[in-house]
T-cell receptor, first 113, second 111 residues
Framework: NAGVMQNPRHLVRRRGQEARLRCSPM?????VYWYRQLPEEGLKFMVY????????ESGMPKERFSAEFPKEGPSILRIQQVVRGDSAAYFC???????????FGPGTRLLVL | GQNIDQPTEMTATEGAIVQINCTYQ??????LFWYQQHAGEAPTFLSY????GLEEKGRFSSFLSRSKGYSYLLLKELQMKDSASYLC????????????FGDGTTLTVKP
C-alpha cells in the first residue's frame, strides 16, 4: 500500500519562473491538504481539496498560487512567477475523510535562485 | 483562529521518560494530533485524541483535557532515534476539517 507520493522531491527555479508540485494521495484517500514549511518553522496550512473541489484555501496567498485536484491524476500546487521567499518545503497530506488523520508525503523542496 | 503553544526545545537522556506539553485556544475543537518529524523528512502520524483521557501506543502515550485546552505526549524508554521535532496539531469542527499545527518541540536525546 503505497503512501502519499510527491514529485519532484527537489525543484530549483529562477525568479519569475513557474513551479508545479504534484501530489498523489494514498490509495483510497480523496482528501488532500497542502502545507508549507520554512526552515526551523512549523507547518503552515495552505489549501484543502477534495476531488475536483477546493474546500478551504484560506492559507494560500491570493496571488500567484493555485491548486487543483482533478478527477483523474494527482493534485497540483502551482506557483507562478516565483520569488525567493517561496523557497520552502511543500508537504502534501491525504486522509480518508475529514475526520481522519492526515498522512504526509515526503515533500518537495523548492529553491528559488 | 487557533493558538497553539509548545516548548521550543527539550533535552532528555536515553532510557528516560519525557513529557511534551501542548496548550491550545480554539473554538469548535474537534481533535488533537501528534506528529513526529525528523530533520529533512515528512511528519509521521503518532496519535489522535478527541475525548479526554490517555491513549497509549507502545512507548508513546498522548493525553487530552478539553476543558483545560491541554495535551501532552509522553515518550518512555527514550532511544537516540527519538531525537526529532514533535508537532501538536488541532482540528476545529468546521466544514474545512483542516488542522492547525504548532511550531513543534525539538527533542534531543543524549546518551
Amino acid at each position: 500500500n503505497a503512501g502519499v507520493m510527491q514529485n519532484p522531491r527537489h525543484l530549483v527555479r529562477r525568479r519569475g519562473q513557474e513551479a508545479r508540485l504534484r501530489c498523489s494521495p494514498m490509495k483510497g484517500h480523496s482528501h488532500v491538504y497542502w502545507y508549507r514549511q520554512l526552515p526551523e518553522e512549523g507547518l503552515k496550512f495552505m489549501v484543502y481539496l477534495q476531488k475536483e473541489n477546493i474546500i478551504d484555501e484560506s492559507g494560500m496567498p491570493k496571488e500567484r498560487f493555485s491548486a487543483e485536484f482533478p478527477k483523474e491524476g494527482p493534485s497540483i500546487l502551482r506557483i507562478q512567477q516565483v520569488v525567493r521567499g517561496d523557497s520552502a518545503a511543500y508537504f502534501c497530506a491525504s486522509s480518508a475523510g475529514r475526520e481522519e488523520p492526515q498522512y504526509f508525503g515526503p515533500g518537495t523542496r523548492l529553491l528559488v535562485l | 483562529g487557533q493558538n497553539i503553544d509548545q516548548p521550543t526545545e527539550m533535552t532528555a537522556t536515553e532510557g528516560a521518560i519525557v513529557q511534551i506539553n501542548c496548550t491550545y485556544q480554539t473554538s469548535g475543537f474537534n481533535g488533537l494530533f501528534w506528529y513526529q518529524q525528523h530533520a529533512g523528512e515528512a511528519p509521521t502520524f503518532l496519535s489522535y485524541n478527541v475525548l479526554d483521557g490517555l491513549e497509549e501506543k507502545g512507548r508513546f502515550s498522548s493525553f487530552l483535557s478539553r476543558s483545560k485546552g491541554y495535551s501532552y505526549l509522553l515518550l518512555k524508554e527514550l532511544q537516540m532515534k527519538d531525537s526529532a521535532s514533535y508537532l501538536c496539531a488541532v482540528r476545529v469542527n468546521t466544514n474545512a476539517g483542516k488542522s492547525t499545527f504548532g511550531d513543534g518541540t525539538t527533542l534531543t536525546v543524549k546518551p
